[in-house]
């Protein structure tokens, strides 16, 4: 099988998912007959481009790296906007994984419902338009017989949305608790170690993990839009409507992360999802957890989620001190399961 | 698609499993297309039989629950042993659930190599066969062209198998560290709560947790089994040969799990494979555990699976206080995944 290949959107996790292709061409060849080739690229800063021979992968992420413009490819010819792009890249899976807007996941509905209708199977690792859209991309894609992957929008590689399609086949999930937001996640545990909040937000900037504003982090909403595409895939959330509470970790100092701690407890912003009568409540909020509890072992970066399931009982899922590699890591998955 | 179902084995987790199959059997039809009749179960005390039109299969949970024989079934024909009924049964898929031979997993093995050669799927509960002989089953199933199942050998039926193969596709795993076993797990959390060893086995066997005999839960042969299982599907380490180092809790008293906690510490009994130069590595042994680690906060009959893989780092999955319905499960997701 030959792929034509589109990215949407050019950024770290592209980038590093472009170097992972690159590196496993050879195996992907022999161990699954899959060949490919990048006909079209898009960025906000760098241009949008469309090479129907095919892209060479590195050269591209060497152009966007070191700040220059993706028309300086030889044989890439340069389209005016993303939209454009995707109209003419006749490509076979498309890679959406633009920064999130949060108010409402726009453009890249918007992209994906163009790609999706054109017959191109869609990988996105953006959570906005499983939060706010799903049922909808999801049905547009069954309508033109075409995939639409997303496993990365939520604990970046780790599987939850395969983990429950494929491998707990006949059971319901009911409700789920997590730790989904890795920024203040990595905040609180800094400040256990008696590092005050400014700091510690700091060093998360500097490592990379804090969203671009990070209010959003800070104020749970990040946390709630996971949960929110949680919700809506494994437990059919639009259909029933959602109720979200949501409080940040903004008025949280080290006196209380210490007074916890002298009670037995750590602090976490716990994640939860609730199959309610009318609706699924949906909430975001620091929790007192108990010392010795999985929650308070989830440190740094990493997130847990635990499953609450009719079969199977409790299941919990922990990806340890993740980076973009396995945000990456997440599209080659969704790429093999096409 | 209608299934003809054969039984070997007919114990506690088969029983459960029948009544799920029963009590989904409405929703199976409407959801998935599936209809099912069993036409043969055998079992070691109360006698093999055959029914072509298809046994009732709570009626046959009541027979063996009560101590009765199969044979009172109406319409049931008798066949004098397991290996005869596998020759007449004429089954699509076959469970295989019969009780763990440690030393060398037969007659399990010697079962599942009629049924694949007779081109009838399997899906397998015990874990014999997979320590043992994986590659020539999965070899014989691929050869015949049938399934091999066996989600409910390690860990009930919390994915571990499945997660592997179809959410972490392209990854390698190149070692793993778990509580597999049940039985120590919970003595050593008993022990914990200030309860003497002898009231914690007899704890254990009275929760129906323990082995049959306790000597190969105790001494860590169970938890060397599932790391072989393991290490054999995960890590191909058939192949490559494996060198197991295996150490029981027997040695272990109150003061030593007191010391430990002094000093910041449980213990807990932590299987291993590590891929070395020229072989798997696979160890079994009380090892301690500080108590903010994850593996500290596994008690009870709860179970964990630490994957050490290239592309996703590490991902643990977590399977909490299990009982005889998640190993049930495991055949239904098994079934389901044919």
Redesign the interface.
Known sequence: MHLKLAFIGFGNVAREFAR?LDH?RIS?EADRALTWRVTAIATAAHGCVLSSRGIDLLEAVGVVSSGRQLTEIDGATSVASTAELIEQCDADVLFETTPLNPNDGQPAIDYIRSALSRRINVITANKGPIACKYRELRDLAKRFNVGFRFEGTVMD???VF??VE??????RVFGFEAILNSTTNLILTLMEDGRPFDESLSEAQLRGIAEANPDYDIDGWDAVMKAKALANVLMDAERRGTRVECEGIRGIDAGELKAARDAGFSIRVVARAVDGPESVMISVRPERVK????F??IRGTSNVL?LKTD?????????????V??TA?AL??DL??M
């Open positions: 992972i496993d992907l590689g780790t599987p395969n983990l494929t491998c707990l086949p006949g059971t010392l010795d509890s999985l308070a072992t635990v079969l199977m009982g409790e299941i919990a899922i922990v990806e340890q001190d993740p980076g590699r396995q890591y080659l998955s093999l399961r």
